[in-house]
């Protein structure tokens, strides 16, 4: 076992940091992290940085006590994984709950920002909102899900003029503008962004779902495109394009069958768009939706058998 250096742990030495495979990926991270979030830490023993930030998660999960578990993957032992997630350098930190990726980051942190990460990932999986304003995002959120887009959009920007940096508000004001079909007003509350909320969970969710409202407005006839692919099931383009249609159309699960058949077919085809646009469906949808789970599952499966 690799010492990492600093006095930390070696990882499986701990009930909750342990070393992970292509061999037990699936339960130790999609299927572990239905029920508590899961850090894992994409490392090389050749990887300077690596050592530096290993230890410093490693301590930040230990601290929260099961609050949170940490899976590290030596990515010259797992390649296929390591290709999988499109880890393109190193260190690489993603984090997973039930089952889906819905933080990340890439590089060596200071310490705070280690702590912050984690604290965050508590929180979205369950933990109370990080400040006073928490039940007026949750009425915003209420209003929203009621169709009151407009009295959302409102509440949203007047949290914002309070708080301009809760990624939650961010998002929020984004989808009330999708929802109202305001695409360039989502565009531009997109681009208001802070740069260090940019890739936090709440923001690309919004930008998932604004990507997906901008493909709807140029999706093609529903009805046509179906026939299209009855009449030639190996015709991919016309099968991605089916796809978008019935996303569009509010046929959401039905997307995602359409996209995961794809998948099955050929998974290379046009650089792995039906593994992106699934990602970009999921990243739309909330986490606990019972769609995420399905076809996460069914797309790890698909990637790890």
């Known amino acids: 076992m690799l010492e990492l250096g600093g006095g930390a742990k070696a990882a499986g030495k701990s009930e909750y940091v342990k070393d992970v495979t292509e061999a037990n990926f699936m339960a130790e991270v999609i299927e572990k992290s239905q029920t508590v979030p899961v850090i894992v830490d994409f490392w090389a023993p050749w990887c300077g940085p690596c050592k530096q930030l290993g230890p410093a998660l490693e301590a930040e999960v230990e601290a929260a006590k099961g609050a949170v578990v940490m899976a590290k993957v030596n990515v010259d032992e797992n390649q296929m994984i390591a290709g999988q997630m499109r880890v393109q350098s190193i260190p690489t930190v993603y984090a997973f709950w039930q089952g889906q990726p819905i933080d990340g980051f890439q590089g060596a942190l200071p310490p705070s920002e280690i702590k912050s990460f984690v604290s965050k990932l508590i929180e979205a999986s369950g933990g109370e909102?990080?400040?006073?304003?928490?039940?007026?995002?949750?009425?915003?959120?209420?209003?929203?899900?009621?169709?009151?887009?407009?009295?959302?959009?409102?509440?949203?920007?007047?949290?914002?003029?309070?708080?301009?940096?809760?990624?939650?508000?961010?998002?929020?004001?984004?989808?009330?503008?999708?929802?109202?079909?305001?695409?360039?007003?989502?565009?531009?509350?997109?681009?208001?962004?802070?740069?260090?909320?940019?890739?936090?969970?709440?923001?690309?969710?919004?930008?998932?779902?604004?990507?997906?409202?901008?493909?709807?407005?140029?999706?093609?006839?529903?009805?046509?495109l179906k026939a299209k692919v009855e009449t030639n099931p190996d015709d991919h383009q016309a099968r991605f394009d089916y796809a978008q249609a019935l996303y569009a159309a509010g046929n959401v699960e039905e997307a995602v069958d359409q996209l995961l058949e794809l998948f099955r077919r050929d998974r290379e085809w046009d650089n792995e768009a039906a593994k992106t646009q699934l990602f970009t469906i999921f990243d739309a949808l909330k986490p606990n939706d019972p769609i995420v789970a399905k076809g996460r599952r069914r797309l790890s499966s698909m990637i790890f058998a």
């Open 129 to 224: 909102a990080g400040n006073g304003l928490g039940d007026a995002v949750e009425a915003a959120e209420a209003m929203l899900a009621e169709g009151a887009a407009e009295d959302a959009a409102e509440t949203f920007a007047a949290i914002l003029e309070e708080d301009g940096e809760l990624a939650e508000a961010h998002g929020g004001l984004i989808r009330a503008r999708i929802a109202l079909d305001q695409l360039d007003a989502a565009g531009a509350a997109l681009a208001a962004v802070p740069p260090k909320l940019s890739d936090s969970a709440p923001v690309e969710a919004a930008r998932a779902q604004l990507d997906l409202a901008k493909q709807a407005q140029s999706a093609g006839p529903l009805d046509d």
